[in-house]
């Protein structure tokens, strides 16, 4: 299998586990926020598999650039626009080469989270997305040296779910959630569950590849 073969199976499995955790997600978005973020995120995710069976993406970076592309332009709220310029900016990091090593991979999970955040204006511990992506990029830099894409991706994996566990007990300072003071707290923050959910998917796509 091709990276760029290997990328389609990656936004697959992503959109597997967007329809598996779809009522997860909404519930874990009911009772911090408006309940839609699993829909959001499945619909975006069908929506961006149905227009790469279409298209003929012929690099990795191609295949990113469709995921994003239908992220912006369908999934609504907060979240499609933050994973929009976050899949873009992997997609640029990526660039037109036909092949990705552990540390092009590294780098474009690096531009994902420094979109995210120049978008989204969250930081660690404000309850959203970045308190998984952070860790999880911190994680995939660290694997970066020694391995392969798979394992890049299991690492960060790993540090995102803790880090989607971290937000827990936090009150949310950005998004929907911040409205509720500190009635958020107690509960998992849904974006940065589907982060650690895409990261997790991203790397069973891989180690399936290898
Ligand atoms: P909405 O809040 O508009 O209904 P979603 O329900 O799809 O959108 O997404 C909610 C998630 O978006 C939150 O759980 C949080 O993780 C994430 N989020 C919201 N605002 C930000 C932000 N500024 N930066 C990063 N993530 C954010
Ligand atoms: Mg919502």
Request: no cysteine.
């Amino acid at each position: 299998m091709d990276a760029t073969q290997a990328t389609r199976a990656v936004v697959e499995e992503m959109a597997a586990a967007m329809e598996e955790n779809r009522r997860r997600l909404t519930k874990l978005d009911s009772e911090i926020g408006d309940g839609d973020h699993g829909n959001n995120m499945n619909r975006g995710f069908q929506a961006a598999l149905e227009r790469l069976n279409d298209a003929e993406p012929s690099t990795p970076a191609d295949v990113l650039k469709t995921v994003f592309m239908t992220l912006i332009s369908k999934v609504g709220g907060a979240a499609g626009p933050l994973y929009g310029t976050a899949f873009m900016e992997a997609s640029k990091s990526l660039g037109d080469g036909e092949e990705v090593s552990a540390q092009d991979a590294a780098e474009a999970l690096q531009a994902a989270l420094d979109g995210l955040k120049k978008r989204g204006k969250a930081e660690v511990g404000d309850k959203t997305i970045v308190d998984a992506l952070e860790p999880a990029v911190a994680a995939a830099r660290e694997a970066a040296g020694e391995g392969s894409v798979a394992g890049v991706f299991r690492a960060a994996a790993a540090a995102a779910e803790e880090g989607a566990e971290s937000t827990i007990p936090m009150t949310a300072r950005r998004g929907r959630a911040s409205y509720l003071g500190a009635r958020a707290q107690g509960h998992q923050d849904p974006g940065a569950t589907s982060t650690y959910l895409l990261l997790d998917a991203a790397a069973r796509a891989l180690e399936g590849a290898s």
